[in-house]
């Protein structure tokens, strides 16, 4: 199964420009969630989360940056970081209801993308460019360097008149 991806810099943008998006949407959610729920005793504290969420914003921000500048370093940083915060967000009962399902699929789904886009940034850079054939034409050229004889007046004339006291 082949992908055909024309452009995985677009692709890497778009991606994570929604990534920041859904990180918001995330880090919302678990603001909400601490307000409500701070009154009651029994309630999970979400704080670990509203700080995962605030350092995955910066780092999908850096990502976006590392897109713009087609840089797969960016990638190299994000995938395994995503995947633990997916992994949390998996193995967590503090994620739970419906926005929290679909944010935990786009990312699962945002890492398969960033996985090809990064394949196929690296295969761009390993293209080889054919060698074209070029005419070069030269011309012949002198290096010879005209001497002219100094003479007694051009002698005068390079001392100037400090001869002459």
Known sequence: MSININNPKKLG???AGLNIFFTMIALGIMMRR???LDDRPDAPSYWPWIVVYSLDLLLNAYLLWCMLKRDRAGIAV???LTIILLICRVCSDATYGFLDLII???IFT???L???VYYKLRQQSLTII???LHTVVTTKTTTETIIQPNTDESKKDSEGD???K
């Open 104 to 106: 935990t699929v786009y």
């Open 13 to 15: 943008i778009s991606v």
């Open 114 to 116: 960033m996985a090809i």
């Open 130 to 132: 054919e060698p074209t």
């Open 34 to 36: 601490s307000d409500v």
């Open 162 to 164: 400090d001869n002459t």
């Open 78 to 80: 994000w995938l395994p």
């Open 110 to 112: 945002s890492i398969i």
